[in-house]
């Protein structure tokens, strides 16, 4: 069953150049990934320090490993101070 996943980012502090690029690199890895129909970062128009990350994954397995990435680990340790993030997982009806 395919799956949408939406990962919040909430900037808190740090170089935001450096994060902004580093997101659009993880939304492009994520988009090569087995089983990745589509990944997009949005920011939001209003709160600039906001931000998703829209997948579509073909399984709920396939993003889960895709998470557990090795440049997703990299991303999430060089960031941890300057983040706040959250995941939210929902299913396809």
Not at 26 to 49: H, M, P, Y
Not at 61 to 86: G, M, P, R
Request: charged share 30%; aromatic share 8%.
């Amino acid at each position: 069953m395919a799956v949408i996943q939406i990962v919040r980012v909430e900037y808190r502090s740090g170089p935001k150049a450096d994060l902004e690029a580093a997101m659009k690199s993880i939304v492009d890895t994520t988009q090569k990934a087995d089983g990745c129909i589509t990944s997009r970062l949005i920011q939001n128009s209003e709160k600039e320090d906001s931000y998703v990350i829209l997948e579509e994954w073909e399984s709920q397995e396939k993003a889960n490993k895709d998470n557990e990435a090795d440049y997703v680990v990299e991303f999430l340790d060089n960031y941890k101070d300057n983040l706040e993030i959250s995941i939210h997982k929902f299913n396809i009806m």
